[in-house]
């Protein structure tokens, strides 16, 4: 099937009529309605319902299958065009991730910032988006590999390598009013204290509390750890957030483990199982396994 039925297809789709994707694509309605006809009978199920009035289209199930593995070969061609046009121009590829916001920095300054110095020609798309987008970005072959603070949903449609545990700690202000001697933290030594997490942990942490039966005050659950950073050096409340161990934080921050072994994430390297990678994705795992 020529690759331009697909490529086609996906804009029909994502137009939501076959007049409005033909003018997008320039070129008539019947030739494009013509390639559907084509895709309908190759694959034997209708793909496509026209909605009340004719105007505007709907996937069936079959169509919804083939809608999703479309964008995948035409994600792939695309790639592939980029990879040889990096090539020829002397580079040796791209590698594209996907992150949890709240990981992005500690991974590149623990990971990325290492295997770029023994890989100077390499290039880099970085995408930091919830779990759910990573999802989607990964089956749509957007992305190779993502970085998150467990397993994606849908695991078994993926490889994993889990690497490094992060317990969360509590960064909190020098001149914090809340700051006691105590070398570590207890879950009791919190509550009722202005609190700020990051979303990659908040779930993990609330549900403990509960299973302890503490009500936390949280002030605000934040996006992206450096979020949640932020109020703890505006001396604001008390910051929870995952630590790998590497990372540096403001000198007016002090860190204090938490003394509870059950506020750890585990990070999660992922990949689309059975489905062939770069061999720019294959170096980066290569790298990860030895490091």
Request: with cysteine; glycine share 6%.
């Amino acid at each position: 099937m020529d690759i331009e039925y697909y490529r086609n297809f996906v804009t029909i789709v994502e137009s939501g009529s076959l007049s409005a994707a033909a003018k997008r694509l320039s070129i008539v309605q019947p030739a494009l309605s013509n390639q559907l006809k084509i895709l309908t009978k190759h694959f034997g199920a209708p793909l496509l319902q026209m909605k009340r009035g004719g105007h505007s289209l709907a996937l069936t199930e079959a169509g919804t299958i083939l809608y999703n593995k479309a964008r995948f070969i035409c994600s792939v061609e695309s790639d592939a065009k980029k990879e040889i046009a990096d090539s020829n121009a002397g580079f040796s590829g791209t590698l594209r991730i996907s992150l949890s916001p709240s990981m992005s920095i500690s991974f590149i300054k623990t990971y990325l910032s290492g295997f770029a110095k023994k890989n100077p020609l390499i290039n880099y798309e970085l995408y930091e988006v919830s779990p759910d987008e990573q999802l989607e970005q990964l089956l749509g072959g957007i992305t190779e590999i993502g970085v998150t603070n467990g397993p994606l949903k849908q695991s078994f449609r993926f490889e994993s390598i889990n690497q490094a545990r992060e317990h969360l700690v509590v960064l909190i202000h020098k001149n914090s009013p809340f700051l006691t001697p105590r070398k570590n933290l207890s879950l009791q030594d919190l509550e009722d204290l202005p609190l700020c997490l990051s979303r990659g942990c908040a779930e993990l942490f609330t549900s403990v509390c509960q299973d302890s039966r503490l009500f936390p005050r949280i002030l605000s659950v934040t996006t992206t750890k450096l979020s949640a950073i932020a109020w703890a050096e505006q001396n604001m409340a008390i910051a929870i957030v995952p630590f790998s161990g590497k990372e540096t934080f403001s000198p007016d921050l002090i860190i204090k483990p938490l003394k509870d072994d059950r506020l750890y994430l585990n990070n999660t390297i992922s990949f689309v199982k059975g489905r062939p990678l770069s061999a720019v994705a294959k170096t980066f795992l290569d790298y990860l396994n030895n490091h």
